[in-house]
């Protein structure tokens, strides 16, 4: 399940700070690894999580690999198991869907 994957990867302290540093600017593995005391080699085993779990993406430029923020992929997971398991967030729902097909018809 992919929701499983993303508390995984939220479930670190420096995947959190990866995804706070990616949310303001796209950085590279180099970039990454010189905010943190650690290699590069980890630092990429973080984004691979975070990767694997939807919520970063990465392009080539050049001879550098970019990450960034997939904003879309961790507001949506997030805010669907809110309204999953939070006791208000299901009754919204129905709400929502009843008012859906009200519209449709």
């Given amino acids: 399940m992919k929701l499983d994957l993303i508390f995984e990867a939220l479930a670190s302290q420096p995947r959190?700070?990866?995804?706070?540093?990616?949310?303001?600017?796209?950085?590279?593995?180099?970039?990454?690894?010189?905010r943190f005391e650690m290699t590069a080699p980890a630092i990429s085993r973080h984004l691979t999580v975070l990767e694997n779990a939807g919520l970063i993406t990465r392009e080539r430029q050049g001879q550098f690999v970019m990450y960034k923020l997939n904003?879309?992929?961790?507001?949506?997971?997030?805010?669907?198991?809110?309204?999953?398991?939070c006791p208000v967030g299901r009754p919204l729902k129905v709400e929502s869907r009843q008012l859906k097909k009200s519209k449709a018809k």
């Fill in 71 to 85: 904003r879309e992929s961790l507001t949506s997971s997030l805010s669907n198991f809110v309204f999953e398991f």
């Fill in 16 to 34: 959190r700070k990866i995804l706070a540093y990616l949310s303001d600017a796209e950085l590279s593995t180099k970039e990454l690894a010189e």
